[in-house]
């Protein structure tokens, strides 16, 4: 049944994610609302790259990285690879991230972003749900899951029960 809600989690982001994008471009073409002055407004803006425009125009390489994380992602859960709860729902929300940006990619080769940080960047709702997630599983594994960072062999995950 975890794998259920893990599921419908990311499945949930995407559509969260591909929703705000619609709303912007619907709304946010010519204009921009400041929520927070200097702080926080809404913008439409479009990137061919990743973070902070880096590698822009590799709309293919973004595509095919997108499509091996996600199928390995999904064969590392399903062989019982990835087992402790904290680590599968941060992977579920960065799949859900993925995939929501993934759309995107293939359909125009640009991500529509509409929250900026003025100091600092825009991005979108994906980009959220890849980014904190990412960093609270690598924190949940440097505080945590020793064993991950340990040299002994790993447990035998077929005896974790996720559920």
């Known amino acids: 049944m975890l794998y259920v809600f893990l599921t419908l989690f990311a499945a949930a982001i995407v559509a969260a994610d591909q929703w705000t994008k619609a709303l912007a471009a619907a709304q946010l073409t ?55 709860k904290p680590e599968l729902w941060c992977i579920a929300a960065i799949v859900g991230g993925a995939i929501g940006n993934l759309i995107d990619r293939v359909a125009t080769g640009k991500v529509i972003d509409m929250i900026c940080v003025p100091w600092f960047s825009t991005f979108n709702v994906a980009d959220i749900f890849i980014t904190v997630p990412a960093v609270l599983l690598i924190l949940y594994i440097l505080i945590f899951d020793h064993e991950f960072l340990s040299d002994k062999p790993k447990k035998d995950a077929s005896h974790d029960d996720p559920a």
């Open 30 to 84: 010519d204009t921009v609302d400041v929520l927070i002055p200097g702080w926080l407004e809404l913008r439409y803006t479009t990137n061919d790259g990743m973070a902070l425009s880096m590698l822009s125009g590799a709309r293919w390489l973004f595509v095919v990285v997108g499509v091996l994380f996600v199928a390995l992602v999904i064969w590392a859960v399903a062989k019982k690879h990835i087992t402790k």
